[in-house]
């Protein structure tokens, strides 16, 4: 088969697994994301995510991802719902953590992918990323025409906004590259006259992740700066804020995936209930979510934070 016939077999594949864009990136050095990459961490941008700062020659580089590596397979997974938190009082969670853990959900569907490309095409060398690995995801997608990156950093889809994850299958298979698409933000700046904690920068397009509320919800251990007091939402896991107010997220439509939907009581617990929350509820609610993350100890310090920030 040609490589058109290999890309429109796997694009095939791709959707019946439930994937809804997919995009093919020839694989190969990143100059400029380097640079930016390099600016960015010199900036101090990443706060405590020291990881971040790891391996910066692996996310520049997929072939030191994967020897020989050819193509850089972007694929967006959809986890938009309409549901929401019945009490309005409520502390908030990001609708990606509603569910079951997407790196194990999407992951069991890439790797499908890649067996598939195996057995149907032949001895072909890969590895599947989601959010797992020094990989410049939104770049890859960017290149590979699933969307572009907007003001608020967000990878955007023109037809379906940006409640999606994204996932990468770097292979030793050429494949028949897509386009980039053009960027369709054009004087927009709702996400930057949004953001509470002015993450975003006043041009758009960068973002200074040490300010961002899912920073401070998630990946922060330490105490979260008193400056910050009042200035959350109401968020104690992640932010949409961002997402919420962006034009394009009109195209969203429900996903549907059962594992995405949420536990029976998450979304009807009251204010009240989360500011009492034990680790057993803890436990039970978040058994197999990507909330786990920050453990029973850093969400309570979110709702106190919440808690303290609503009395001043």
Request: proline share 5%.
């Amino acid at each position: 088969m040609s490589k058109s016939q290999h890309s429109q077999l796997i694009r095939e594949e791709a959707k019946r697994l439930g994937f809804d864009h997919v995009g093919i990136a020839e694989a190969g050095f990143m100059d400029e994301e380097a640079k930016r990459l390099e600016d960015w961490l010199n900036q101090g941008y990443q706060g405590e995510m020291s990881y971040l700062e790891n391996h910066f020659d692996k996310r520049v580089d997929p072939t030191k991802l994967v020897p020989g590596a050819q193509s850089v397979i972007s694929l967006t997974y959809n986890y938009f719902t309409a549901e929401q938190q019945t009490d309005p009082e409520a502390p908030k969670i990001s609708k990606y953590a509603y569910g079951k853990d997407y790196h194990f959900v999407v992951k069991d569907k890439l790797k499908s992918l890649l067996h598939f490309i195996q057995e149907e095409i032949g001895a072909v060398n890969g590895r599947c990323f989601v959010d797992s690995a020094p990989v410049l995801e939104r770049d890859w997608a960017r290149r590979s025409g699933v969307g572009w990156v907007g003001k608020n950093t967000m990878l955007i889809n023109p037809k379906q906004g940006s409640y999606f994850f994204l996932a990468e299958l770097i292979i030793d298979l050429p494949l028949l590259a897509d386009t980039p698409i053009s960027d369709h933000c054009g004087t927009c700046t709702r996400c930057i006259d949004a953001c509470p904690t002015d993450a975003i920068s006043p041009t758009g397009y960068i973002m200074d992740g040490s300010k961002c509320i899912s920073y401070f919800t998630i990946e922060l251990k330490e105490a979260i700066p008193e400056s910050y007091q009042g200035k959350f939402e109401n968020w104690m896991f992640g932010c949409d804020i961002c997402q919420e107010v962006c034009p394009w997220n009109r195209f969203s439509k429900p996903h549907q995936e059962p594992a995405f939907q949420p536990h029976p009581d998450l979304l009807e617990l009251k204010k009240s209930d989360w500011e009492e929350i034990t680790e057993e509820v803890f436990r039970e609610l978040f058994r197999k979510s990507a909330v786990k993350r920050t453990k029973y100890k850093g969400l309570k310090r979110n709702i106190n934070f919440l808690q303290k920030g609503t009395k001043s």
